[in-house]
């Protein structure tokens, strides 16, 4: 796994939900009882904990912002943050993964 193909499953994700407006983030993600903005905000958790791993660092609590069409950048800014660790090819690999997922999920 390399860093352009996260940076890629980044960029499909976001080209899919960065035109969103608030009913269709506010909806129900597929098979699940959590909104598509839950989910998606879930992931730039997951990804900035790893980013927090990959630096040695503490893991932090990823602000739940009062407009959820700031999701999009918010997962633009911990994946830069993830490459920005130099992270092992494994934690990439896991970081796309569930990129994709989410993807699949909305």
């Given amino acids: 796994?390399?860093?352009?193909?996260?940076?890629?499953?980044?960029?499909?994700?976001?080209?899919?939900?960065?035109?969103?407006?608030?009913?269709?983030?506010?909806?129900?993600?597929?098979?699940?009882?959590?909104?598509?903005?839950?989910?998606v905000h879930k992931l730039v958790q997951e990804i900035g904990n790893l980013a927090a791993d990959a630096e040695g660092g503490p893991r932090r609590d990823v602000p739940r912002l009062g407009n959820d069409l700031v999701l999009p950048d918010q997962l633009r800014v911990v994946a830069a943050d993830l490459?920005?660790?130099?992270?092992?090819?494994?934690?990439?690999?896991?970081?796309?993964?569930a990129i994709t997922a989410t993807r699949s999920a909305l």
Avoid: C, F, I, Y
């Fill in 83 to 97: 490459l920005a660790a130099g992270p092992p090819e494994a934690m990439l690999a896991q970081a796309a993964a």
């Fill in 1 to 39: 796994m390399s860093a352009a193909e996260l940076d890629r499953a980044v960029e499909l994700l976001v080209r899919q939900v960065s035109h969103w407006q608030q009913p269709r983030w506010s909806a129900a993600a597929e098979g699940g009882n959590v909104s598509r903005a839950d989910l």
